[in-house]
């Protein structure tokens, strides 16, 4: 039997890739004019930072590590998240001594051990941006604008909500899951059994369960924002202030806790109503203290991470692979000797051309420049050649001409930039 891909694993086909490439575009275009640079980090890393820097009791760190031995007997793990790695590189590198914010964005695979369905996968992948060593709550804004300025260079700002919370500091945490508990536990019977588990490990989980029958008892739950100490109260405020002045619509959604342990102050997620229960597209927030329970510097931060997949999904059926202009169809060895350095000047000023190889029948090339979507088809046989001539024909309006043969190169090029020009 034939080997398959591993489960919630795919390929990217070409049909996608132009999706992708769109997507990808946008979100450099975006983070370069905010400033951000892009860094490249690896895709494994010793166990012990993600233990360290996400939290032993997640769900990620949990159950859903892909770790393993290398030969050397070292533990290692594929990225569950970006966020960890790049802070390792903060501190290595001794970024710290940049000014603040030093701004930085990278995208790639992550991997987690999930049950796998419409948009959720084993790999997948993520943009990811953070902003390191600032405190004031207008670089929180920036950074919630950005993300969102992404989503509208793609058309799908309309499609998406923007929700924010903060979860105050570690203090204000520990005081609210102890009020949370409190509530929780009397109705613990009610909740679905993940929940009850949740309760013992993670209490701040159960308030993102999506199981309908635990949503009557979320939705009483207290609110964290009447736990905020006052500091962390007023930079909730400055942020919201901050995103009015900017025009930013948002929804405050006290719920809204998110996954990580390493989260303090501002969190927000990105969702939409069109791709079922992924509903999240991108998240973020704020984790001062990460970087220094890595033994790094006590510097603060706050970033994000979009959902690769999800976007591409939003974008629905856009058909827009990349096609030849230029199809060169010698009929026989000797035009395909001669059209071969014609592709090949064509090819480096730019023009994308095909070279069929001269041993198939006129009929069969013409209906494969056609499936193709390539504009022009130039037809050289051995007859053509002995005139020193050429036909090129327009497979759009089905016309064809003859050229002299020597001033194709030249020609082909005027037709591929008004093609180009008519496209645009
Ligand atoms: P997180 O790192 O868990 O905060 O996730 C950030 C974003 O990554 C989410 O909002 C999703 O869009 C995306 N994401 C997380 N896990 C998966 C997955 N297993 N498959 C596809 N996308 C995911």
């Not at 993940?194 to 939705?219: A, F, S, T, Y």
Request: contains cysteine.
């Amino acid at each position: 039997m034939a080997i398959k891909a591993v489960r919630g694993v795919r390929d990217i086909l070409p049909s996608e890739t132009g999706k992708w490439q769109r997507v990808e575009g946008a979100a450099r275009g975006v983070f370069e004019a905010y400033g951000y640079r892009e860094i490249r980090l690896p895709i494994f890393e010793r166990t012990e930072l993600f233990a360290r820097g996400i939290g032993d009791e997640t769900d990620i760190v949990k159950k859903e590590m892909y770790t393993f031995d290398d030969r050397g007997g070292d533990s290692l793990t594929l990225r569950p998240e970006a966020t960890a790695s790049l802070l390792r590189a903060y501190i290595e590198h001794g970024f710290q001594v940049e000014p603040k914010p030093v701004r930085l964005y990278t995208a790639g695979p992550m991997f987690r051990y999930e049950r796998p369905q419409a948009g959720r996968y084993r790999q997948f992948h993520q943009a990811n941006v953070e902003a390191l060593g600032e405190l004031n709550p207008a670089v929180d804004a920036e950074v919630i604008c950005m993300l969102m300025d992404f989503f509208r260079a793609l058309g799908l700002g309309e499609r998406l909500a923007l929700h924010v919370n903060s979860i105050g500091d570690a203090g204000d945490r520990a005081a609210y899951i102890a009020r949370l508990l409190e509530y929780l536990r009397p109705h613990a019977a009610s909740l679905c059994g993940e929940c009850q588990g949740r309760l013992g490990r993670n209490p701040l989980r159960v308030l993102d369960c999506k199981v309908p029958d635990c949503q009557p008892v979320i939705e009483k739950a207290p609110s964290i924002l009447d736990s905020l100490s006052p500091e962390a109260a007023k930079h909730f405020e400055s942020v919201r202030g901050y995103l009015d002045v900017m025009g930013q619509p948002y929804t405050v959604t006290p719920r809204l806790v998110r996954g990580l342990d390493y989260y303090v102050r501002t969190t927000f997620e990105v969702k939409t109503a069109d791709l079922g229960a992924q509903d999240a597209v991108a998240g973020g927030g704020r984790y001062d203290g990460l970087i220094e329970q890595l033994d790094g510097p006590a510097d603060p931060g706050i970033g994000f991470a979009i959902g690769m997949e999800r976007v591409v999904l939003l974008l629905g059926e856009q058909h827009q692979s990349a096609s030849p202009v230029v199809q060169l169809i010698p009929l026989g060895e000797e035009p395909l000797r001669r059209l071969m350095p014609v592709a090949r000047g064509l090819r480096q000023a730019g023009v994308a051309t095909e070279l069929a190889y001269g041993d198939r029948k006129l009929q069969r090339e013409l209906e494969r420049a056609n499936r193709s979507g390539a504009r022009y088809a130039v037809i050289v046989g051995e007859t053509e050649l002995a005139a020193g001539r050429a036909v090129i024909r327009d497979l759009r309006s089905r016309q064809q001409r003859d050229e002299a043969f020597a001033e194709l190169p030249g020609v082909l090029l005027a037709l591929a930039r008004e093609a180009r020009a008519e496209r645009a």
